[in-house]
Every structure is written in structure tokens, then in C-alpha cells.
């Protein structure tokens, strides 16, 4: 069943109400950490391009936290209503908000959007391939902006330039405070690591060189795409203009200079450097246009550069 969509503002309500209704001191500072999460995910959606239903990443912000009150009898209930494996239960009780949040969503808001739910179900522990909601929501929940401390610091400086890496270094430093205070871990966070800790390679820091290479004055409107999850080619793609024929050889001869290049073609007005896991794309103004490359990586994420 489609959820019937209400608006943005109704769930806020519905949010703020569960969380009146409880004792728990912190319950203002809960909501508007909410709120967080909701704006923090439209944040990254937009900086990257997301191929991400809008509407559904507000609710799925607002709500990820909306069964964070419960009681252990509340969540044992859902278990038994649900006919859910009693095992859940054996995991940190840090978690149940989240693996047994999305079952009171829907009973009680009646919201039935798988997306929606998954990223809910998931925003704690994470787990392997994420969708892109299911990880901006993960993201959002750790990097929203009243979080302080030095490690939100760190992730959210990285999460403005590569949010894949940053899922990875939230993971990675999840696992090693949980690891150090002898708590429990899920499955699922160790299981996310092993499949986002690629996204800590090398290539990336290699992406920055090459960007200072073309970068000198050589070319303009540099956009990278991130292809990591598109392509078995490469990693990265750079398209990118060249101000004359003369700054495109120029750029070229700098690339083959300070990198081993796999492979380079030429076309009137459009030259391709293979680096690799990382492929740059240079045209002259007029050719970018007529080849048409920015519009078929329209739902491409993006790499934000920093100047
Ligand atoms: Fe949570
Ligand atoms: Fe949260």
C-alpha cells in the first residue's frame, strides 16, 4: 500500500507529541536533534545530486528516532505482535529503536513505504549496500549539526567532500569506541564496514593531485563524478573545460608528467586521459556542449571540491 503522504509539518507534530508524552529529560534536545537529521539530509541530497526521493528523506529524518522512548515491554510487545524473531531482542537495546522503530511507524502512522521504513530499520547499525536514503539518513543521524565533539567534527568535514569515505570512517570509529567500552556490536554495523571500508582507498587522495594538476589555470567548471558504484572502469570521472586547444595540450602534458597514464584518445575538440581509476575528460567550451557528457551523469553523485 502506498503511504498516504501527509505533510512535512503533521509529522513533526506527531513526532513532538510521542516525545512529550515521555519523562525523558532530554526529550526537546531528541526532537530538535530530529529536525537535524531531516535538514542535514536535504543537505547532502543537494551537495551531491542524490538520486533520493526529497519528501521521503524529511520523513524518514524526522521519524528515525520516533520510537527512541519506548519501554523495554513496548518493544517486546512489537516483537510478539509482529511475530518477529525473538533474537532481535538480543542485540544493545541501543538498537531496538531502530530494528523495532519501523514497526511502530507503521502501526502508528500508518506509513507502509518500504524506503522509508528500511532507512529508519537501519539508521544505527547500517548495513551492507545501503540504498542512497537508507545512507543519508545513517550519515545525517551521526553528522546533523547540534553534535558535538571532536569525531562528528571529523566526519562531517569529510562528509562534505566525499560521503561514501565518511560512512566508512563513522563506521570504522563506531566499531572501535563500541570495541573499547566492551559493548556489543551488530553484525550488520561490521558487516557495513567490510563493504564501505573501500571507500577509504587511496584513489582518493590521488583525485586531489590530479585536480591540482589541471587545475592551474588551465581549465574551468570542473566537475567530478563519482562512478565507483556505476563503472568496473574506474572510480572517478572528470569532465572538465579547457580555456584554449593550447591549456588542453598544456593540462595533458602535465598529467603525463606527474602520472602513469593507461591510455589517452582525442576527438575535435575533446581530449580523454586514462589514469587509471581515474579518467579526465577535457573539452573546449563549445564541444562540452555539443558532447553532452555532464547530461548523461545527471544522476551521477558528484564530488564537492573544495578550493
Ligand atoms: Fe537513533
Ligand atoms: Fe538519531
Redesign the pocket.
Given at each position: 500500500m502506498m503511504t498516504p503522504y501527509k505533510e512535512i509539518k503533521d509529522y513533526q507534530t506527531c513526532l513532538f507529541e510521542k516525545f512529550s508524552s515521555s519523562q525523558d529529560e532530554e526529550r526537546f534536545e531528541r526532537y530538535q536533534?530530529?529536525i537535524g537529521?531531516m535538514k542535514k539530509a536535504i543537505e547532502l541530497i543537494d551537495l551531491y545530486h542524490l538520486p533520493v526521493d526529497k519528501n521521503k528523506a524529511m520523513i524518514a529524518g524526522i521519524l528515525?528516532?520516533y520510537a527512541k522512548l519506548l519501554t523495554k515491554s513496548e518493544f517486546e510487545d512489537i516483537v510478539l505482535r509482529h511475530a518477529l524473531p525473538l533474537s532481535v531482542l538480543d542485540s544493545s537495546p541501543k538498537v531496538w529503536h531502530a530494528l523495532l522503530g519501523r514497526w511502530v511507524v507503521e502501526d502508528e502512522l500508518d506509513i507502509h513505504d518500504e524506503e522509508i521504513l528500511s532507512a529508519i530499520e537501519f539508521?544505527t547499525t547500517g548495513k551492507k549496500q545501503m540504498t542512497p536514503l537508507q545512507e543519508v539518513i545513517f550519515l545525517s543521524?551521526y553528522i546533523e549539526d547540534q553534535r558535538q565533539g571532536k569525531m562528528y567534527e571529523k566526519v562531517r568535514n569529510i562528509a562534505m567532500k566525499d560521503y561514501k569515505k565518511a560512512i566508512a570512517i563513522m563506521l570504522e570509529d563506531t566499531i572501535t569506541y563500541v570495541r573499547s567500552r566492551n559493548l556489543p556490536l551488530h553484525p550488520y554495523t561490521l558487516e557495513a564496514y567490510e563493504d564501505y571500508k573501500k571507500y577509504k582507498k587511496e584513489v582518493h587522495g590521488k583525485l586531489e593531485e590530479v585536480l591540482e594538476t589541471i587545475d592551474r589555470n588551465l581549465v574551468e567548471n570542473i566537475m567530478v563524478y563519482d562512478v565507483r558504484n556505476f563503472s568496473s572502469l574506474c572510480d572517478y570521472v572528470i569532465v572538465t573545460t579547457a580555456l584554449s586547444e593550447t591549456q588542453m595540450f598544456a593540462a595533458i602534458h602535465y598529467l603525463s608528467e606527474d602520472f602513469i597514464l593507461r591510455g589517452i584518445e582525442k576527438g575535435h575538440g575533446w581530449s580523454l586521459v586514462d589514469l587509471g581509476d581515474i579518467v579526465v575528460h577535457l573539452f573546449l567550451k563549445e564541444d562540452r556542449e555539443l558532447y553532452g557528457l555532464d547530461r548523461l551523469y545527471i544522476n551521477i553523485p558528484k564530488v564537492s571540491i573544495q578550493k
Amino acid at each position: 500500500m502506498m503511504t498516504p503522504y501527509k505533510e512535512i509539518k503533521d509529522y513533526q507534530t506527531c513526532l513532538f507529541e510521542k516525545f512529550s508524552s515521555s519523562q525523558d529529560e532530554e526529550r526537546f534536545e531528541r526532537y530538535q536533534h530530529s529536525i537535524g537529521v531531516m535538514k542535514k539530509a536535504i543537505e547532502l541530497i543537494d551537495l551531491y545530486h542524490l538520486p533520493v526521493d526529497k519528501n521521503k528523506a524529511m520523513i524518514a529524518g524526522i521519524l528515525h528516532d520516533y520510537a527512541k522512548l519506548l519501554t523495554k515491554s513496548e518493544f517486546e510487545d512489537i516483537v510478539l505482535r509482529h511475530a518477529l524473531p525473538l533474537s532481535v531482542l538480543d542485540s544493545s537495546p541501543k538498537v531496538w529503536h531502530a530494528l523495532l522503530g519501523r514497526w511502530v511507524v507503521e502501526d502508528e502512522l500508518d506509513i507502509h513505504d518500504e524506503e522509508i521504513l528500511s532507512a529508519i530499520e537501519f539508521h544505527t547499525t547500517g548495513k551492507k549496500q545501503m540504498t542512497p536514503l537508507q545512507e543519508v539518513i545513517f550519515l545525517s543521524d551521526y553528522i546533523e549539526d547540534q553534535r558535538q565533539g571532536k569525531m562528528y567534527e571529523k566526519v562531517r568535514n569529510i562528509a562534505m567532500k566525499d560521503y561514501k569515505k565518511a560512512i566508512a570512517i563513522m563506521l570504522e570509529d563506531t566499531i572501535t569506541y563500541v570495541r573499547s567500552r566492551n559493548l556489543p556490536l551488530h553484525p550488520y554495523t561490521l558487516e557495513a564496514y567490510e563493504d564501505y571500508k573501500k571507500y577509504k582507498k587511496e584513489v582518493h587522495g590521488k583525485l586531489e593531485e590530479v585536480l591540482e594538476t589541471i587545475d592551474r589555470n588551465l581549465v574551468e567548471n570542473i566537475m567530478v563524478y563519482d562512478v565507483r558504484n556505476f563503472s568496473s572502469l574506474c572510480d572517478y570521472v572528470i569532465v572538465t573545460t579547457a580555456l584554449s586547444e593550447t591549456q588542453m595540450f598544456a593540462a595533458i602534458h602535465y598529467l603525463s608528467e606527474d602520472f602513469i597514464l593507461r591510455g589517452i584518445e582525442k576527438g575535435h575538440g575533446w581530449s580523454l586521459v586514462d589514469l587509471g581509476d581515474i579518467v579526465v575528460h577535457l573539452f573546449l567550451k563549445e564541444d562540452r556542449e555539443l558532447y553532452g557528457l555532464d547530461r548523461l551523469y545527471i544522476n551521477i553523485p558528484k564530488v564537492s571540491i573544495q578550493k
